[in-house]
């Protein structure tokens, strides 16, 4: 070896140049993360964030006492609390050590789609539905709810569904969008978007946390509303189309939610109308999650990279 050969990970020459590495290596990580997500379920638990949501938990309520105007301040600062660091780390790490930034941003994003696996709640409630198990499939539907569930079975079903739509763009296409447009700090936008999530769900709970939670709802609308509006027409894309695109305009101007209610009706409406009359609803919607993401989300992320749209 020379006198001026570079040891560090991610070095290494090549006639594309870093930039197209560095896309390669997003790319790549990105697909690793999916795929190992899904197929890494009986080490779920690893990736469940317990103690730091009780500690989280904790500090909110200890700021809220004393002064519940300052619920935004606390959540944007817990949600940066978590990015931050993630963020230094990806930063050191985005050039001269790429194969290092590699790994660490596939574990940041298994981390960042999370410990629970939408598909297999959701066709865990069709089954005990199908089954005639009533307690079980309300025991289920209130799982993936984040609360109480309908009392009627029929209503059961709808609410999965619906459900579905929104907590894949929260669970999944929410994660990927941010961590593809921010560059070498995606994984901090990911990891970010993700906190976001987790502190929204818990603090509907949290006893006087309801500043906490409107606040949580209001600065998710926002980080959701883009990548919302993306998922809406993937729906679309891999769904019925003109039914899809027809609902999604015949949305009435006063009930097109703003920037910070969120986006759950949008992907409600258009995912139900993508899915057609499917008579099995649950299972369909959880179809046309998976078709959205490898027949439209995964071709355009992956000429989008390839073309150096995003970095």
Not at 21 to 28: G, I, V
Not at 94 to 105: E, G, L, N, Q, T
Not at 109 to 130: T, V
Request: hydrophobic residues 50%.
């Amino acid at each position: 070896m020379g006198p001026g050969t570079d040891l560090r990970l991610g070095k290494a020459g090549g006639g594309t140049g870093p930039g197209w590495r560095a896309r390669q290596m997003k790319l790549l990580a990105l697909l690793i993360g999916i795929y190992a997500e899904r197929y890494l379920a009986r080490w779920s638990h690893l990736r469940e964030f317990r103690g730091l949501e009780e500690q989280a938990n904790q500090l909110a309520q200890r700021l809220l006492r004393l002064d519940k105007r300052a619920a935004p301040y606390i959540v944007a600062g817990l949600t940066l609390a978590c990015a931050v660091p993630v963020g230094i780390i990806a930063w050191l790490l985005r050039d001269d050590w790429m194969i290092a930034w590699f790994v660490f941003a596939v574990i940041v994003l298994l981390f960042s789609f999370g410990p629970r696996d939408l598909k297999a709640e959701a066709l865990a409630f069709h089954d005990k539905a199908d089954a005639g198990d009533e307690d079980g499939a309300r025991a289920q539907a209130e799982v993936i709810l984040g609360g109480s569930a309908p009392d009627k079975p029929k209503d059961q079903a709808a609410a999965v569904e619906e459900a579905t739509y929104r907590e894949a763009n929260n669970r999944i296409f929410g994660v990927i969008f941010w961590f593809l447009v921010a560059g070498p700090l995606g994984p901090a936008f990911a990891f970010g978007f993700r906190a976001l999530n987790s502190l929204r769900r818990f603090s509907a709970t949290l006893p006087g946390g309801e500043e906490l939670h409107r606040a949580a709802v209001k600065l998710h609308g926002v980080v959701a509303w883009i990548p919302a509006r993306i998922t809406s027409a993937s729906f679309a894309l891999a769904g019925n189309f003109d039914d899809a695109v027809n609902a999604w305009r015949g949305i009435p101007a006063d009930q097109q939610p703003n920037l910070f209610e969120g986006s759950g009706a949008v992907l409600s409406v258009v995912g139900a109308q993508a899915l057609g009359d499917r008579p099995d609803r649950v299972r369909g919607a959880v179809v046309l999650v998976e078709r959205s993401l490898h027949w439209v989300w995964g071709p355009i992320v992956a000429v989008a990279v390839i073309l150096g749209v995003v970095y």
